[in-house]
């Protein structure tokens, strides 16, 4: 009666979830005898070669694999701590947060490179840096701005061309939008000028790095701020109409990082899919180009622009200075 | 009751481990304390700048606390250990941000922060607090903030100083132990070397010790000298005492028994006769018993002051048998040494010839004229000194008894003697390591043999 009662529970309280998840899908191992449930703000199409890799390598462990947004990961892990086992998330500030806050479970068989990991328990397994993406079409016959400067400079020279054909993350509704925007703002003022300059031409807001592409192949928008890249780079009908540009100032770079949840009862599995992840096996064996360049394969040594798992990235998740940095970053795009 | 004897070196020794000991365990336990108050202070050091950064960023905009925190005031927190950390910022009462109940906001304005060890979030941590006033309209407000970090850096710097500081003190152990085991030897060593060279010694030496000892030890040298001096003066009395008594008594009752002689050839009376005769018997006794009384006591004394040299038995038979040739020439008997070359031993030359002439001196008194008394000295393995003779040999049931003080046999007759004899040789034998074994051979006649040792 009891077991009947948890089922009934359980299923309640995944169709109550069921709202919060932009995706749900089980990949379905062979000889599967245990489900491992992941939560991600990766979508499932890009993610589903590592996941079909993992289960190659781990037949009897499926994967139940729901994506939501960075920030309403850590709603859903608030809510209900044992809904899942791992997290995978490009939020990296979140993901330390989760960590500190004690919620990751320490892992002492993972072996990932020191710099790359956070009290043995968040781990990153991607270098994604932030882009600058233009329509090709809309910069024929005009330099190519290579840093955030000419970029600057290329806006202001013909504002009426650029008017609400510019484009960047919403960093109230995108945790990786945010995470972005504070580093930018941490390394440069560049970054408030550039703002400045976008709020001026009325920039849209996006949620996501894929609305964006999709927004610049269509010719909708000519230039997009802190977009992941690799997204644009393999995506075969908008690959010959953009360019992605990586800032040579300098490139804010990303971690995708993964933490298995403290409240698991599925420790060995999941520690197998970290150690996976970490390992960068995927990234060998998958086809080439693929949207998440792992550590330490697409570039050797890391790229100066990553940003380091530690303490300070807890300094933007404080209410006062989030309140404080969205008042001055609406207040430079919203004129 | 005597308590059991306890060795100095071993005192000495564990007395300077046990304080190695004691001081290895103090250096760790001081190092420790000292270097959790070093890292408790370096880790309060930084929670302190942390608290500071965050305090100088806050202002106060409409009476509402407006907090820019820096970058720098939690990554400061760093560590290689990766520290989690907390903090909370209060306004007067309220949570303006941060983890709710790390700290609570206190009234009192404390610049410099306030420490405290807690648990929070499953895990010991350190907070420091502060709080202030800020001016504002239309009255101040107060502020506190807390940074907390939990402590496994601390317990990791911790751990490899004590795994330092305990290997460090185990060496210095060792070392000390090392060292108080060199100590107590050396220390001990010149009373081990007068021990020594005084054990070496022979039995008559008495001469002082003269070698430099150290002061704490001179005290027990010159006790000991004065004692060795002492016992030297009474031996040498003794000595003399026996020789003179010895004297003192034989030579009157020589005088007597020749004035009896003398006499009994005047007097022709044969009850008179018989009597001088008894009185020349009795003086015989006497002067026999007065003689072997005081060689039994020079045996006695001899004994104890045991004076082994290197000496041959067969020498020592032999110069016996060459005084005695006239005594057993006297009542016809053949004197004859058996041996088969020279027997040497450590032994006292004084003492055996003693026992060897009592031995000898018992076969010529108890043996019947015109036999043969051999004396046989033979080596195996033990040296041994036979006396045989022809005669009635000892008594049967009294062979045991006859070693005894004073026992004499049944078959004496009217032989002169005081039953001391084998008692003398028996000491003799004994004081040598050895013993004295009586015999009756098959074809009659007595067996005495003198066993020695080496
Ligand atoms: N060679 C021997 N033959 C027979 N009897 C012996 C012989 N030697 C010793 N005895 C017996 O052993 C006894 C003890 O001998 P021991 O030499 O001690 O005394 P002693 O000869 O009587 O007196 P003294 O002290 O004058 O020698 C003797 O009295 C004698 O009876
Ligand atoms: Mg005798």
New interface residues.
Partial sequence: MRGLAFVALILWAGLARAADFEERQVFDAPEATQTLRVLSSTDTDSFAPVLTGFIAQNPSVSIDYAVAGSADIVDIIAQCGDCFDVVISSAMDLQLKLANDGLARRLPDVDPSAGSQWRQSLFGFTHEPATIVLNRAAFAGRPMPKTRQELIEALRADPEFFRGKVGTYDVRLSGLGYLFATQDARTSETYWRLMEVFGSLGALLYCCSGAMIDDLAQGDLFVAYNVLGSYAATRPETREKVTIITPTDFATTMMRTVLVLDTTSQAEAATNLVRYLTSGIWAETDRPGYPLPAIGVTEVPPPAGVVTLEPGLLVYLDALKRSLFLGAWSSALEQ | MNAKPRSLRRRLTLTLIGGAAVLAILFYMVIRLYAQQIAQQSQDRILEASVTSLLDAAVVRDGQ???????????M??TP???????A?YQDQTL???YAGLEGATAQTRRTPAFSTRDF???QVRVATVTQTLPANPRPVSLTISVAQTRDSLAGTLLTISINAAVFGGAFFLLAAGMALWTSASTLRPLRQIAESVARRGPSDLRPVTRTVPTELSPLVSSLNALMTRLNLSLTQSETFIAEAAHRVRTPLATVRSHAEVTLMRVDKDENRQALRAMIRAIDESSRAAGQLLDHAMVTFRRDQLERQDIDLVAICSDIVDRLTPVADMMDLDLMLVDQGPVPVKADPILIQNAVRNLVDNALKYSPPDKVVRIIVACDPDPTITVTDQGIGFPDDQIDMLSNRFQRGNNVKDTVGSGLGLTIAQDVAEAHGGHLELKNLKGGGACAVLHLSH
């Fill in positions: 606390i407006e907090l820019d925190v820096p970058y720098a005031a939690f990554a927190l760093d250990a990766d520290d989690r950390v907390f903090y910022i303006l941000s941060g979030a499953g895990a």
